[in-house]
């Protein structure tokens, strides 16, 4: 999509230190976090193919759905804004109507409609019934689920795959990618990597079964790893001793991360490398997913 003129591909940089050397392991970072300034990471992957069947079938309105901090809908609304598409944001929490995080004030900036809504009703986004009425309700307008996770959205994840093999000249042992709804693991197992996924949420047993429903069970299940113990507390949730790790990956590798997902994943994914999880010789490519407008000021 130069719809939105990214950065394709994006680049790939190789991050060696005194663990990967001394596990033997070949560690690299795709750098999707530089794919676009407003739409980044894998937002803009997973948005790609919506966003161009909305444009093919004459749409001029998207709704989709998200939370306060939701970086989805932070990139849906920038995109619809350059895009020339009308936004309509459905927001978990009716509280939040009151006081708009920094996320839901650029939404509203990027003329995104926010329309707020009860914990419970918000239970609802994924039932037919549900999105029939809020599809009644606005004016039939393009449905974009949460997190941009749809089976377009893995399409567009999927494209990531061969650009990285073609960039390293080979298919890596491993992706790394950290994990909200999935869509994201299940785009690169629809592409037939094998994938790491670590949960940035407490209890992300679940995300299993997400992701094999996302694939209709078509991968084979064995080409996923599932990670749930780096969540640091659940969603949004960090300690002390994550941020100083997210600084320190900043001075050795000159890479920001943000502490709701990215942060998580590489801590977790070094934590394994140094306890000789992988093979010598495996190579590993994390992506970073971007979301760095939701960093903290650290
Ligand atoms: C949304 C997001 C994720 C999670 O992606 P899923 O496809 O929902 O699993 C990971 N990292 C960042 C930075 C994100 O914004």
Known sequence: MDLISAMLPTPIQRLSNFITESAGVELYMKRDDLIH???SGNKWRKLKYNLL???TQGYHRIITFGGAFSNHLYATAAAGK?????????VRGEELSE???PTLTFCKEQGMQLHFVSRSEYRLRNSDDYLQEIAATFGQPFIIPEGGTSALALKGVAEMVPEVNLQLNRAPGYFAVAAGTGGTAAGLLSAGANVLAFSALKGGEFLKQDINNL????HSPGRLQLLTDYHFGGYAKWNQELIEFMNGVQQEFGIRLEQVYTAKMVFGLFDLI???HFQKGTTIVAVHTGGLQGLLNA
């Open 37 to 39: 300034p407003t739409v």
């Open 53 to 55: 069947e909305a444009q």
């Open 82 to 90: 350059v895009l020339g598409f009308e936004t309509v944001g459905i």
């Open 99 to 101: 006081k708009l995080s």
């Open 215 to 218: 694939l209709n069970d078509y």
């Open 274 to 276: 140094n306890k000789g």
